[in-house]
């Protein structure tokens, strides 16, 4: 008999031992808006703030860690991502309101966070519930939409680094800028206190309903991944891709949104692969057509897929 061969190793069998949760080879692509790409090597589920330090301490220094939000803003490219992907859920995603002050976990729906200001009656929130993410991912990318971004309201941000110590910062110490902030990029953000200002309810709620509506009207519902391109300065990425002729462009199953073409769409068997070659098109053609150079906002992490074995059978 042929000896069989031995069973190869996983990442997850070095792993410390957290009290969340560990999975191997887990799906990422329907945790992600746009419903496609490849798994994480290893998903991690922390319980809490001192499950993640624990785990980042003691987790060997050439594992490479990825934090993924709600998947909203984000393409997993086909091939996965290697070592850990870090999904902040539950121990994340309380939200409680301290005098004017919002205290949101780094889990917490955007959305979720402008809904509770608004029962509170707190009022220069609203613009969270036009931004579909977490306010983890609002904190890496000064997320903003509709006269707001989180610069304006931040108070204060806890992050968790790589060694596993854990920070407490100042809007001045996030160094934010447009769409950008320079905390270190190993910083994991587990919370963040919000400044709200008392205003009336009722009003509020009419901001909220009235972001709903734009954005109904303005922007795809599909399998999407939010604002392709930032705006370059003096540009509205939008108008660029317009004029270069690449409303309804189409590569494989990827198509740039008839409705608003700054929204690149999974028509419904899309690869990570074809959306990303979509996205260079589109930059390619308005680079051509207008000079300008777009910039990615959707973040792209992982692999490609790996090369297929073509050939004679």
């Avoid at 290697?82 to 205290?103: A, H, N, P, S, Y």
Wanted: hydrophobic share 40%; glycine share 12%; net charge neutral.
């Amino acid at each position: 008999m042929m000896a069989q061969p031995a069973a190869r190793s996983h990442l997850i069998d070095r792993l410390p031992k957290p009290r969340g949760r560990l999975t191997a080879d887990a799906p990422l692509g329907p945790q992600t808006w746009f419903r496609t790409g490849g798994p994480a090597e290893v998903l991690f589920r922390p319980a809490d703030t001192e499950d993640l330090a624990t785990f980042l301490r003691a987790l060997p220094e050439e594992v490479p860690v990825t934090v993924l939000g709600v998947g909203s803003n984000l393409l997993v490219r086909d091939g996965g991502v290697k070592g850990v992907v870090i999904r902040l859920m539950r121990g994340f995603t309380g939200i409680r309101v301290v005098d004017q002050e919002v205290i949101a976990g780094a889990g917490a729906l955007d959305l979720n966070v402008a809904l509770t200001a608004r029962d509170h009656a707190l009022a220069g929130l609203e613009f969270l519930s036009g931004i579909p993410g977490t306010i983890g991912g609002a904190l890496r990318m000064n997320a903003g939409a509709y006269s707001g971004e989180l610069s304006q309201v931040l108070m204060s941000a806890e992050a968790v680094d790589r060694s596993g110590a854990v920070h407490n910062v100042g809007p001045t110490e996030m160094g934010f800028s447009y769409r950008h902030c320079d905390a270190p990029p190993d910083w994991i953000f587990t919370s963040a206190s919000l400044r709200g200002t008392p205003g009336d309810q009722l009003a509020i709620a009419r901001r909220i309903a009235e972001i709903d509506a734009a954005r109904t009207e303005s922007q795809p519902r599909s399998r999407t991944g939010g604002s392709t391109f930032v705006n370059p300065p003096g540009y509205k990425a939008w108008e660029l891709i317009d004029q270069a002729g690449c409303r309804g462009l189409t590569v494989g199953g990827a198509q740039v949104s008839e409705k608003h073409c700054n929204f690149l769409i999974n028509l419904g068997d899309a690869t990570a692969t074809d959306i990303e070659a979509l996205g260079e098109e589109v930059r390619r053609r308005v680079r051509e057509k207008t000079g300008v150079t777009l910039h990615w906002e959707i973040r792209r992490i992982g692999e490609p897929a790996p090369a297929s074995c073509g050939g004679a059978g």
